[in-house]
């Protein structure tokens, strides 16, 4: 079984707590409205948001992807982290196994903050993942940040 580990960091001039409530605790309901072209919506199945939450996510027309089902794995509202682990859904494109996530959010001299974010993916059998399907889900999830992150700064009330 292939292994496959990436990462990226991206500064915010949203504080550590701002944009982890705003990423992380109200993720279900503000991604569709500030990132609408790729997620419809996010239902919880199972958990009341903490370890053990299983989540499913209904993503827009606009990407190559329907679904996905996720567990999270620790969440530490304290220190601004959170890791979760997609299991299900056409999003693992039929040759990862799961794909692990690790976020984080640090605080920055400039009052902001450093969003961390590490992936391991575990690929089925002989199957492995190319440089440029790494590429587009970073570039997808950075899109993300951003998006939620320019909503937040648009919407202050949202936190």
Do not use: Q, R, W
Request: charged content about 25%.
């Amino acid at each position: 079984m292939a292994v496959v580990t990436t990462e990226f960091e991206i500064t915010s001039s949203l504080s550590p707590s701002n944009i982890f409530k705003a990423f992380v605790i109200d993720f279900d309901t503000i991604a569709p409205k500030a990132e609408p072209e790729t997620y419809k919506f996010i239902n919880t199945i199972k958990g009341d948001g903490g370890v053990g939450t299983i989540k499913s996510i209904t993503y827009s027309d606009g990407i190559p992807f329907t679904s996905s089902k996720h567990k999270i794995d620790a969440i530490d509202s304290n220190n601004f982290s959170i890791s979760y682990t997609i299991f299900e859904g056409d999003v693992l494109m039929g040759i990862i196994e799961s794909g692990t996530h690790h976020l984080k959010f640090l605080p920055s001299a400039d009052g902001g903050s450093v969003y961390k974010h590490s992936m391991v993916f575990k690929c089925k059998g002989d199957a492995k993942l190319t440089d440029e399907n790494v590429s587009l889900m970073k570039e997808g999830l950075k899109k993300t940040f951003k998006a939620i992150e320019t909503y937040v700064i648009s919407h202050p009330e949202a936190c």
